[in-house]
T-cell receptor
Framework: NAGVTQTPKFRILKIGQSMTLQCTQD?????MYWYRQDPGMGLKLIYY???????DKGEVPNGYNVSRSTTEDFPLRLELAAPSQTSVYFC?????????FGPGTRLTVL | KQEVTQIPAALSVPEGENLVLNCSFT??????LQWFRQDPGKGLTSLLL?????REQTSGRLNASLDKSSGRSTLYIAASQPGDSATYLC??????????????FGEGTQLTVNP
């Protein structure tokens, strides 16, 4: 099993550009999550999904959108990138209490 | 709103030392608490999970305790090794959380074990 995979690993965006961060898991987990981690800080939940077709906002959803058309994929969309969205983004999935994390995407908005 | 705090922010110890990392949370109505390890440039790996009804969990050289009434948890690492160098984060899941496992994370403690 590959677990949770994220692409790309690194990305630099200009202000106002848009992009999609990809996340795929092969463990057949129903729950998936997107977090962001700012330097020296813990993770903050952006959006989560309890199954295909169902998504909900987390603590910091502004400026982001998600979709969940399949169990495996949970992409995160940034429509108008802003410098405040410079961060490391982690995708995770879970079946029970334990969350499994991807390696992260380091995003810089200039 | 639940807040999770970890002290110290950074810790440097010589190899072989026993050490304790601290985590405190403001709302004792939790379902469980987890300790994670994060290596540089990598994702998080779950180390130990303590249910709210439990007092401690052990895995190898790691022991995590939970005192829900005081809002505290500790992660004890015995006989530390350079390979233990990483950032350790704690996270709590609120009681009554019926959708998924939404977690509130602390800022982490960056541990360096010197050979």
């Amino acid at each position: 099993n590959a677990g949770v995979t994220q692409t790309p690993k690194f990305r630099i965006l200009k202000i106002g550009q848009s992009m999609t961060l990809q996340c795929t898991q092969d463990m057949n987990h129903n729950y998936m999550y997107w977090y962001r981690q700012d330097p020296g800080m813990g993770l903050k939940l952006i959006y989560y999904s309890v199954g295909a077709g169902i998504t909900d906002k987390g603590e910091v959803p502004n400026g982001y959108n998600v979709s969940r058309s399949t169990t495996e994929d949970f992409p995160l969309r940034l429509e108008l990138a802003a410098p405040s969205q410079t961060s490391v983004y982690f995708c995770a999935s879970s079946l029970g209490d334990t969350q499994y994390f991807g390696p992260g995407t380091r995003l810089t908005v200039l | 709103k639940q807040e999770v705090t970890q002290i110290p922010a950074a810790l440097s110890v010589p190899e072989g030392e026993n050490l304790v990392l601290n985590c405190s949370f403001t709302d004792s109505a939790i379902y469980n608490l987890q300790w994670f390890r994060q290596d540089p440039g990598k994702g998080l790996t779950s180390l130990l999970l303590i249910q709210s009804s439990q007092r401690e969990q052990t895995s190898g050289r790691l022991n995590a305790s939970l005192d829900k009434s005081s809002g505290r948890s500790t992660l004890y690492i015995a006989a530390s090794q350079p390979g233990d160098s990483a950032t350790y984060l704690c996270a709590v899941r609120p009681r009554g959380e019926t959708s998924g496992s939404r977690l509130t994370f602390g800022e982490g403690t960056q541990l360096t074990v010197n050979p």
